[in-house]
């Protein structure tokens, strides 16, 4: 008998489902490392190049703060839309007309999505963490060091939080035309059927 809380066994086993649907989907480990890596990377350059000075200034703890709480706001909405996404995203009612190879492709192309969106989620979720545990540091008066080293961390989450989130809509508009094309063409296929049959 597991001492391991089944939520946690449940969570691990669909992690593992979703990524193997990623690779079933071309995507590999080094396209997710990109991906994370180059936003990420040029977010914590940018907090690492600017916090210094701005922690050197004056008064600085107030506007940090206020910097910080709309920040916060910004993943507090990208959390509550990306969960809303999807719970949309999931949906394939209005699809089931679809022959099988198509909506095996459909359904590809959707949990791919819900891995992307997945991975969006997370990194707005650490950031509100991360951040939240330097604005307590800043305010606790920690060295510069620390505060800058976990600055940098909160712009490379940061920079990636914002720009999956800007990629999200494109990603909405893929699948939908997707869909919307398989659709058209069981319609097409429909009515060359019925145009057949009515020449007999």
């Known amino acids: 008998m597991t001492i391991v809380p089944h939520e946690w066994r449940a969570a691990a086993q669909v992690l593992k489902i979703l990524r193997q649907h990623a690779i079933e989907y071309r995507e590999r ?45 910004f993943t507090a909405i990208v959390i509550g839309f990306v969960v809303t996404l999807m719970l949309q995203t999931g949906r394939v009612e209005q699809h089931v007309t679809l022959s099988f190879e198509q909506f095996q492709l459909y359904a590809e192309k959707l949990r791919y999505m819900l891995h992307s969106q997945i991975v969006t989620l997370m990194a707005a979720l650490l950031l ?72 007999r």
């Open 29 to 73: 480990a080094a396209q997710l490392f990109v991906s994370l890596a180059v936003p990420g990377g040029v977010g914590a350059f940018v907090a690492w190049a600017v916090l210094p000075r701005a922690l050197a200034r004056n008064g600085a703890t107030d506007t940090l703060i206020a910097l910080s709480a709309g920040v916060l706001a």
């Open 128 to 199: 509100t963490g991360v951040l939240i545990l330097w604005c307590v540091l800043l305010v606790a008066d920690a060295n510069a060091g620390t505060l800058v080293w976990i600055g940098s961390l909160c712009g490379g989450l940061g920079m990636i939080t914002m720009l999956r989130t800007f990629l999200l809509p494109l990603q909405i508009y893929d699948l939908h035309d997707f869909g919307l094309e398989q659709a058209k063409n069981v319609k097409r296929d429909q009515v060359n059927r019925d145009i057949k049959e009515g020449r």
